[in-house]
Nanobody
Framework: QVRLVESGGGLVQAGGSLRLSCAAS????????MGWFRQAPGKERKFVAA????????NYADSVKGRFAISRTSAESTVYLHMYNLKPEDSAVYYC??????????????????WGQGTQVSVSP
């Protein structure tokens, strides 16, 4: 089974930066969208960012626009989430996801078929 493996989470002070990485174990997502969702304790999993199959189109949640940047490299089958000016409310488990249905940078969880195990991001005040 294809795996998505996240890395790069950790503890950072407010205003700091982190970069999350997600590598696919096989190159089956090169023609499909990839993205990131996050889930805080006691809350539902929410959309953060998505990138189209060719990396030319992106979508962001309003709460992270201007602070987060998503990118991908086909050669490495990897998607990145660069997070800047982090806030305590960004604290959550971040999940990498990939679609086998669409190549557009969709914000809808329903279009994503594969998920990573999650990586914790904690932002202290």
């Amino acid at each position: 089974q294809v795996r998505l493996v996240e890395s790069g989470g950790g503890l950072v002070q407010a205003g700091g930066s982190l970069r999350l990485s997600c590598a696919a174990s096989e190159r089956i997502f090169d023609s499909y969208a990839m993205g990131w969702f996050r889930q805080a304790p006691g809350k539902e999993r929410k959309f953060v960012a998505a990138v189209s199959w060719d990396g030319t189109n992106t979508n962001y949640a309003d709460s992270v626009k201007g602070r987060f940047a998503i990118s991908r490299t086909s050669a490495e089958s990897t998607v990145y989430l660069h997070m800047y000016n982090l806030k305590p409310e960004d604290s959550a488990v971040y999940y990498c996801t990939a679609s086998t249905v669409t190549g557009t940078a969709t914000t809808s969880r329903a279009w994503y078929t594969n998920w990573g195990q999650g990586t914790q991001v904690s932002v202290s005040p």
